[in-house]
């Protein structure tokens, strides 16, 4: 079996093999490999290392039989030339959770939350204001709250950790320039504003932000469980 | 060999590059090129190469394409970037250093006695005091 694209010449021919109904060895092989993936990658991304793994086998264990191995004792040597399942598995999800991001630091986290959750924070203190100053229909009031809330959820829901780190993050760096800034114009913005923006901060939007993002982060492992093909057939 | 097996899980990222340089290998191709360039010295687990070629595959170091065989099977097939060339000559410098300033660590662990006019500095057999002159 030759693969059509061939661009480079020295590549070794791999051995002839017709289609293999699937060896249970090989299957529960794989599927050691895949357990400590399942809610951490992704179905698609799982199922390709696992094509990519079973057509190595599959050629190993060609190799093995052409040179007089019999088949059982072929697959036996290729699995364990291949090495112990669950360490190949946590060692591909180290390699996919360093990809992913998954070793932000918590300051790289804080960053991140400052960095896309705090202008949410902002619009939704925008329109508070507004409202305060300028009293308007009850949906300005809920959109100046829902804004910031969808903000921490999703800010949850993208991260791999730090997700609380990365919401409070991005809720106290709002507060603290709100606050500062009522104390800066105490004649524009009304004597105990800063106070009351600070005290409101801390105890309710901060912790808020954070159980909506540590929400987020939740939502997103369960989706990532649900996401495999016998769930379905269950449904 | 525990050591061997430590020398050889720090390289692999290496040894897969140069193997790539020479062209686009499956999985199984660039295992057994390993094993031919270093004339069956270096072996390791062959499952993970994949979380080596997945990591430099991140890095933007190597190119994975599936590409379908003649029987309708998808394989995929890893190539070199220009940056990885990069990074492999960068790899490559490096461990010649390293390897030279290893070996001629090593080589002077072999060295014969000091010369005789340097007995004040001889040290003794467990590097401390010099110790008795030796019987002739």
Known sequence: MQIQQESSPHAPALPSCGERSPEPLIEDYLDHVGAPLVGRVPYARRQRLRSELAEHLDALIEAREELGEPHAEAVQQALRQFGDPAALGRQWLREWDGAQGSRETMWEAARRGMRYFAPAGLIGLAVMSLIHNSPGPFGLSLVGVIIPAVAAFITGFRSRRWAMVAAGAGAGSVTLLSALLALSFPQETGEGTFAALAIVGLFLWVPVSCILSELGALTRRRVLRRAQPWRARQA | ?136
């Open chain 2, 1 to 136: 060999m525990d050591t061997e097996r430590e020398l050889l899980k720090g390289n692999t990222p290496t040894l897969v590059l140069a193997v790539l340089r020479d062209g686009p290998l499956h999985g199984y191709g660039i295992a057994r090129e390993i094993e031919r360039r270093s004339d069956s010295t270096l072996k390791f687990k062959e499952g993970t190469l994949y979380p080596t070629l997945h990591g430099l595959e991140q890095q933007g170091l190597i190119l994975g394409e599936w590409l379908r065989t003649d029987k309708g099977r998808e394989r995929r097939v890893y190539s070199l970037t220009p940056a990885g060339l990069t990074e492999l000559e960068q790899r490559t410098q490096v461990w010649e250093r390293f390897a030279s300033a290893i070996h001629r660590v090593l080589a002077g662990a072999g060295e014969s006695d000091p010369a005789p006019e340097d007995h004040a500095h001889r040290r003794g057999p467990l590097g401390g005091l010099p110790g008795p002159e030796p019987a002739m």
